[in-house]
């Protein structure tokens, strides 16, 4: 297990926004930038496999809860923060959260395909 970081974001663990789940293992809020649900490892660091799936278990069902059952898709890609895991729970639709001031905006990936 690896220490804190004193200067991740994500080990610091400030209630910024909206929480919706914690326990020993990870925590579930709003993320900053997008606004939609994002599960975060207490740990800093990248967990293993069965350990990843039970935590995105746990993102599924909040990001069910807000945007339906089919109603979105995991983004497992750590964008700004590589070295410390995390996740976000997407719109089906779109990248960032209608609550986020980006909505609307062209994502990355949009123009791909």
Request: with cysteine; aromatic share 10%.
């Amino acid at each position: 297990m690896q220490q804190p970081e004193q200067r991740c974001l994500l080990c610091s663990a400030e209630r910024l926004t909206a929480w919706h789940f914690e326990d020993d293992e990870c925590w579930v809020a709003d993320c900053m930038v997008c606004r939609t649900p994002m599960i975060v490892w207490r740990t800093h660091g990248l967990p293993e496999p069965g350990l990843e799936r039970a935590l995105l278990d746990i993102l599924g069902g909040i990001a069910a809860g807000r945007y339906g059952d089919d109603g979105y898709w995991i983004d497992p890609e750590r964008r700004r923060i590589p070295d410390h895991w995390h996740a976000h729970a997407r719109p089906a639709d779109g990248f960032f959260d209608p609550q986020s001031e980006l909505f609307g905006v062209d994502w990355p990936g949009e123009d791909e395909g």
